[in-house]
């Protein structure tokens, strides 16, 4: 390793493979519901999810980047018998005032769903599923 080039770019390398990708970053700041959210909980209001920075394996939980991609962490097939592993699936969302309008995929095929904001601030987010249509593939 005499030679300076090699030692730039292994440095460079290593820099550059450190540095997160700002559209798939957890802690994004933007407007509600920009970022990851996990922790679900339900109440008699709806449903209560928390802000995490990131996404735990095998933990249930969503992501909206700020490029309207939506990113579902959920079952990774039917069974729901424990040990549950996980899988993203991936889709698309759009905010009209308080509701947000979700259209993904699952294991089974698509999803479209309508959530209504009830309330928010920058680490808690509690929706009421409004509409919630499964189109299984044949």
């Known amino acids: 390793m005499k030679n300076p080039f090699t030692i730039l ?20 700041i933007g407007p509600i519901p920009v970022g ?22 095998n ?6 980047l700020s490029d309207g991609t ?5 079952n ?9 592993v996980t899988s993203d699936f991936e889709g698309s969302w759009t905010k009209d005032g308080d509701i947000l309008n979700i259209q993904g995929t699952f294991w ?5 769903e309508e959530w ?3 309330s928010s601030d920058n680490n808690v987010l509690t ?7 499964l189109k299984m593939e044949e």
Not at 70 to 74: D, G, L, P, Q, Y
Not at 108 to 112: H, K, L, S
């Open 36 to 57: 990851s959210w996990s922790n679900i909980s339900y109440n008699e209001d709806g449903i209560i999810l928390e802000k995490v920075d990131q996404l735990r394996e």
């Open 108 to 112: 089974g095929g698509e999803t479209v």
């Open 9 to 28: 770019m292994i440095t460079l390398c290593i820099f550059v493979s450190c540095v997160e990708d700002p559209q798939l970053s957890a802690s994004e």
């Open 116 to 118: 209504q904001i009830i």
């Open 59 to 64: 933990t249930y939980g969503y992501r909206f």
């Open 76 to 84: 990774s097939g039917f069974c729901g018998t424990p040990p549950i």
């Open 127 to 133: 929706i009421k599923v409004v509409k919630s249509e």
């Open 70 to 74: 939506f990113i579902h962490r959920a």
